[in-house]
């Protein structure tokens, strides 16, 4: 077990197979009951890797998929965990990606006011992303994330042996979370990133993305102000998300976020912080490898009023993270409805199917 060199208070393991290392930490711990955490995917693929390196344990399985990231799978967890007499002492493995990753911690922090949690994400996404940080939460009235608390993990493991039970399209949609972090935090990388022109999700990618975001977190680990720099793209990229979970073409998480990474950026040119040079580069990355989609009039206003909804809202202020700068952050922007719209439309624009 050789975890990362992060500046946070729990270790995080990358490796691509992560069955000794697990199977160590959880003979170092003291618990009362082991429960392993799956949705019906991580049940099926993901599992299997595992399942002969776990000591003795109960598996709790769930529906997957965003749509059931809410209170009423919640009280399915809960449910489970109270008809197998879990008690104070137990200890909930998250098997999955970034939903299962959000709400099994969220209903580990909440039950008999806590139990202790390891999260092993199964998804690029998730292993970037929902994995480190100690945001855990569910989805409420159609809004992402709108209810939830900080509570670390004890542990992340990542295993890259998982993301080969991933279509490539779970692939992509993961990449956008690097994206955002070179664009926020590491301009060299992210040119470099412009010429490769190409999405690989190599342990180096994986790492690095960590390194990022760990010290962000470190700095901020309640999101007062700097760790709003990890917002970037999502403003807008989560209202889109919302909106389009309820249509016929459904978004993932990633490939929201990769739009709303376009529009905040174009934001970012409207007021000279970027230039348009820079701003079409990453427009052109992100039309290369993302999807395409067209919104109405009534589609965009809409979206528009879902950002109202926004946690980084304050005073009834739409605040935004936008660049400053390639490879700098600005948190706290106050953005109006206007720009907003404007900047989904450029999203929209030359896109091939409606909704």
Not at 58 to 84: F, M, S, Y
Request: aromatic share 8%.
């Amino acid at each position: 077990m050789n975890p990362l060199d992060l500046p946070l208070p729990y270790p995080v393991v990358v490796e691509d197979d992560i069955s000794g290392s697990l199977s160590f930490f959880l003979s170092r711990q003291i618990y009362s009951q082991l429960f392993v955490l799956c949705d019906e995917n991580t049940q099926r693929y993901c599992y299997p890797l595992l399942q002969e390196a776990l000591p003795p344990h109960t598996l709790l399985c769930v529906p997957a998929g965003e749509e059931h990231k809410n209170l009423d799978t919640c009280r399915e967890i809960w449910a489970q965990l109270t008809t197998h007499a879990a008690d104070r002492s137990a200890l909930l493995l998250n098997l999955g990606g970034g939903v299962l990753c959000d709400m099994g911690g969220f209903c580990a922090a909440t039950y008999k006011r806590g139990i202790r949690f390891v999260h092993c994400p199964t998804t690029l996404l998730s292993q970037l992303d929902a994995s480190i940080g100690g945001k855990v939460g569910i989805d409420f009235m159609d809004l992402k994330n709108h209810i939830g608390v900080f509570q670390n993990p004890i542990a992340v493991f990542i295993g890259s042996i998982f993301l080969n039970t991933l279509p490539q399209k779970e692939i992509i949609a993961g990449f956008a979370e690097h994206i955002k972090h070179l664009l926020i935090a590491d301009a060299d990388e992210w040119h470099k990133q412009l010429q490769a022109n190409s999405l690989k999700a190599t342990p180096d990618v994986i790492a690095r993305s960590l390194g990022i975001k760990s010290a962000i977190v470190a700095a901020d680990p309640h999101e007062k102000g700097l760790r709003k720099a990890l917002n970037f793209g999502h403003t807008i990229g989560h209202a889109i998300e919302s909106y389009c979970l309820q249509s016929h073409s459904p978004l993932l998480h990633g490939e929201a976020v990769a739009l709303g990474i376009k529009a905040e950026a174009y934001i970012s040119l409207q007021r000279q912080y970027i230039t348009p040079q820079e701003y079409q580069q990453l427009a052109t990355f992100i039309d290369t490898h993302y999807p395409k989609v067209l919104f109405s009039s009534k589609d965009i206003k809409a979206i528009t009023q879902l950002c109202t909804q926004d946690k980084k809202n304050e005073g009834g202020k739409i605040l935004c993270t936008l660049l400053g700068k390639i490879g700098h952050a600005l948190v706290n922007e106050e953005v109006s409805g206007e720009e907003i719209e404007e900047a989904i439309q450029q999203v929209a624009i030359n896109q091939i199917h409606s909704l």
